[in-house]
């Protein structure tokens, strides 16, 4: 799957359905009969929908941990909990099970947010409070992350 592209406000009804964007809908259109699978994300107060294919491949890197370590057990029940299996219905919308509204905090107003390979669901403050705290740093970070003189490392 190529790189998904996009940042899209958006709205879920009292019932915790989302309507995916158009043109998110669109560059997922290869996928969308496999299902995705809806998580916690590990370091924000948002969720991770993840294509099946993304996800079995980060099941198949998950799998080859020794599980009688036990910080590696640990990691992945932490990892896995609450981790739901979604389907998008013919109209295009997905649901949100409670568990998973209550964790990000979504209410009325989200946003949807492409991340490379899967997409993250915030709840629009949230979203915006996030953006805001990474904006100070964000300059190193990307000279850290991205600014390795090493030719195969960098981007540019």
């Known amino acids: 799957m190529n790189s998904l592209i996009g940042t899209y406000e958006c709205k879920v009804d009292a019932k915790g359905r989302l309507m995916l964007p158009v043109a998110l809908k669109k560059q997922l259109s290869p996928v969308l009969q496999n299902g ?3 998580k916690r994300a590990v370091f924000q107060p948002c969720l991770e929908l993840y294509p099946m294919s ?24 932490r990892f896995t909990a609450g981790v739901k299996m979604i389907e998008v219905d013919a109209t295009g919308r997905l649901l949100i099970p409670k568990d998973l509204v209550v964790f990000a905090g979504i209410s009325k107003n989200i946003v949807v947010s492409s ?11 949230k979203y915006e409070q996030a953006i805001d705290d990474a ?3 964000f300059a190193d970070l990307a000279e850290e992350v991205m600014g390795q003189d090493d030719e195969d490392d960098g981007i540019s």
């Open 135 to 137: 904006a100070l740093d």
């Open 54 to 77: 993304e996800w079995q491949a980060l099941m198949s890197k998950m799998n080859k941990l020794n599980r009688f370590k036990k910080k590696n057990n640990d990691f992945i029940r």
């Open 115 to 125: 991340a490379i390979n899967i997409v993250e669901i915030w709840d629009k403050d």
């Open 36 to 38: 995705f699978v809806l």
